[in-house]
């Protein structure tokens, strides 16, 4: 695509409202281009239409009208979990019309050097570290993306002093062209997201489009304990900066018996803390602070700033966050693992057999990687969502005679509190009530953000 000013006076088709649809459509308002915004959603449901049109930005709700994509289409900016064959995307492709999502639209109009974090597990907490740890440093970081702000919003502020941290999912990078972080970073690769992007090819592909445009001027950071990373970093040009838990690295950061620590190019090491310092959780958090070590030296932040952050950090809300002890049973909120390896991560990170709370959005797992857990580290399991068969199979094969299915019902909100509820009665005391879904929210709730909420405030009312 072309920078947005240059689309002035063309015709641009806006796809999904939301945060990002709503920031490009009034970027390229601003811009002089004819804004058409559409979302397949009833009116009621898209609250930003009033604001756009006041603007004069034509606003189409409740369906793809035919005639949406026509030659005369310039561009077509799309919310990046629509997906790819729907009928106007389909059109756009066959008429040779550029699709992007608004990450390649705000790459094209930053004047802040762009850091990149994406991954299947990890990336809230690895840029949220990130942007803390150039703060301390006093390097002025934007943090946006996936993340709080729409990040076409905060590139139209940043200047060359600041540094622009952005946490990426595979549907944002899937639609850039020629997007260009100055640091990217690859966290882990798991199965997930099929559902969208039909196999782990084009998932993987996707996000290796984080390096597709790097140079020997930018910097990569891998995840050597991670097989795709590995088998990624030899086809990346920018230079490598690794990090791993597992091995000591000849350059990078690492784990060394019980210090974190970052080994320069002369091959000096220089600790960092030790991993006991923490102030999160799980080993992988140790890889998520590895990676935001990482990402932050080469970012330009100095070793001191950098252990005060990782010191004081405790976490972000809906990852392992803790809630409240009710009685002697402790309930911590893991909302954000919405697939089986990062419920299995967060099982891991406690040294005690616990009762889990599990299932959401179906996306044709089988979730069988979840039986040795199972077996080993869950010692009752409450189901819902309509995953919440599959779960309790896998926990029936198991051996786990503790259990409990929820009916989803009308109303998420009771079937949230049944589960607490019934999560509660079978504990014991110093017992463990772990809400960490292994799958989306879409099933039952518009995101992760609100299961996370409603999941505490069922606790905050227990008795």
Known sequence: MKHPRDYQGEHIVVLGLARS?????????DYGATVVVNDKKERTQCPEAEELEALGISVLCGSHPEGLIHPGVALVVKNPGIPYHIEPLQKAA??????????EVAARICQAPIIGITGSNGKTTTTTLIG????????????????????????????????????????????????????ACLLNIYET?????????????????????????????????????????????????????????????????????????????????????????????VENALAAAAVSIAAGADLGSIAKVLREFRGVEHRLEWVRRVGEVTFYNDSKATNPAATLKSIDAFDRKLILIAGGLDRGSDYMELLPAFRTQVKGLVTLGETRAKLDRVAELAGLTSRKTVDNGEHAEDAVAEAVAAAYAMAGPGDIVLLSPACASWDMFASYEIRGRMFKESVHKLK
């Open 21 to 29: 649809g709503v920031a490009a459509a009034k970027l390229f308002h």
């Open 94 to 103: 066959e008429l040779g019309i550029d699709i992007v999502t608004e990450v």
């Open 132 to 183: 803390l740890m150039l703060e301390e440093a006093g390097l002025k970081p934007i943090v946006a993306g996936n993340i709080g702000r729409a990040l076409t919003e905060a590139a139209q502020e940043a200047t060359a002093d600041n540094r622009m941290v952005v946490e990426l999912s595979s549907f944002q990078l899937k639609g850039t062209q020629q997007f260009h972080p100055a640091v």
């Open 193 to 285: 997201h099929l559902d969208y992007h039909g196999d782990m090819n084009d998932y993987i592909s996707s996000k290796a489009k984080l390096f597709a445009n790097q140079t020997e001027a930018d910097t990569a950071v891998l995840n050597m304990d991670d097989e795709v990373c590995k088998r990624l970093a030899p086809s990346v040009q920018a230079k490598l900066l690794p990090f791993s838990r597992t091995q000591e690295l000849s350059y990078g950061c690492f784990q060394q018996d019980a210090t974190l620590v970052y080994r320069d190019r002369d091959g000096i090491a220089h600790p960092i803390l030790d991993a006991a310092e923490l102030g999160i959780k799980g080993s992988h958090n």
